[in-house]
């Protein structure tokens, strides 16, 4: 797993943007912003003003996915045994 960081600017108490970065923003020398590379876009960000860091770890969506995908198939497949078909019969999907 590969740690993902967010930074959030701040607008009137509400978050205006959101960028991604896998590495951790450096502090901008006047010390009232950071600077990253964004994820997306590959190009250097550079905020000032109010901003905040959160830090995830990525393929933790991607297990959390599997999992729910998995539990879903069993699920189904215990409908499907209970509601069973006579065996001269064959589904085509």
């Not at 991604?20 to 590959?42: A, M, W």
């Not at 905040?52 to 069993?74: A, P, T």
Request: proline share 4%; hydrophobic share 30%.
């Amino acid at each position: 797993m590969r740690t993902v960081y967010v930074v959030t600017m701040w607008s009137g108490g509400r978050p205006a943007k959101k960028w991604k970065s896998f590495e951790y923003p450096k502090l901008l020398p006047q010390g009232t912003g950071v600077e990253f590379i964004c994820c997306e876009t590959k190009l250097k960000v550079q905020i000032i003003g109010s901003i905040s860091v959160e830090e995830y770890e990525s393929g933790k969506e991607d297990l959390e996915m599997g999992l729910y995908h998995e539990l879903n198939n069993e699920k189904s497949s215990t409908k499907e045994k209970e509601t069973s078909t006579p065996n001269n019969i064959e589904r085509i999907f």
